[in-house]
């Protein structure tokens, strides 16, 4: 299995609603990275996992919370976001914190 | 400060046709340097990777030059194709922290 997977493809939820996006890995890979994407613009990174530790939190707002339950599995638990939170989520994972990421192909979520 | 430059920011060419895409980091100290294709709605791909000591590499029909002293890379397409429209995303790494710095972008498009 070479590819990093994402759940779901697309969202939409409310600014009460409660979601998560899934993404997962059998590469081995010990890091994993969340990044947002807005159209247009590069993705920004939000957080970094090294063996299933957060390592890098670029001050996302608590409304995003993120875990790793193991080191195949990374997860966004999303909360009371903003419609400008509307953006393409990208998971990736690479061997290690220096090596190539791979990215899996986004969860497209809107926020209304 | 730490950036990474792309130019065109948009290019249309006929099929079958070369260009080439540049771009112009900052990133110091630096450590590598990739090319990524991201077609729209999906997660980026890795052409090619480049290190400092490499000055051109290739993956196909698509060759990318570094010069680490003017701190400018270039990708060159041969015999475009309708396939690659696509986003064309130059990211540079720094050796220190392993941060990833990201281009704008280069949106290409084929046309028949």
């Known amino acids: 299995d070479t590819e990093v997977t994402q759940t779901p493809k697309h969202l939409v939820m409310g600014m009460t609603n409660k979601k998560s996006l899934k993404c997962e890995q059998h590469?081995?890979?010990?890091?994993m990275y969340w990044y947002k994407q807005k159209a247009k613009k590069p993705p920004e990174l939000m957080f970094v996992?090294?063996?299933?530790?957060?390592?890098i939190n670029e001050s996302v707002p608590s409304r995003f919370s993120p875990e790793c339950p193991n080191s195949s599995l990374l997860n966004l638990h999303l909360h009371a976001l903003q419609p400008e939170d509307s953006a393409l989520y990208l998971c990736?994972?690479?061997?290690?914190?220096?090596?190539?990421?791979?990215f899996g192909p986004g969860t497209r979520l809107l926020v209304l | 400060k730490n950036q990474v430059e792309q130019s065109p920011q948009s290019l249309i060419i006929l099929e079958g046709k070369n260009c080439t895409l540049q771009?112009?980091?900052?990133?110091?100290?630096?450590?590598?340097l990739r090319w990524y294709k991201q077609d729209t709605g999906r997660g980026p791909v890795s052409l090619t990777i480049?290190?400092?000591?490499?000055n051109t590499k290739s993956n196909g029909r698509y060759t990318a030059t570094l010069d680490a002293d003017t701190k400018q890379s270039s990708l060159h397409i041969t015999a475009s194709q309708l396939s690659d429209s696509a986003s064309y995303i130059c990211?540079?790494?720094?050796?220190?922290?392993?941060?990833?710095?990201f281009g704008r972008g280069t949106q290409l498009t084929v046309w028949p």
């Open positions: 996992y090294s063996y299933e530790k957060l390592s």
């Open positions: 771009c112009n980091y900052t990133v110091s100290p630096f450590s590598n």
């Open positions: 990736a994972s690479s061997l290690g914190i220096q090596e190539t990421q791979y």
């Open positions: 990211v540079v790494r720094d050796s220190t922290l392993g941060r990833l710095y």
């Open positions: 590469m081995g890979h010990r890091a």
């Open positions: 480049m290190t400092f000591s490499e």
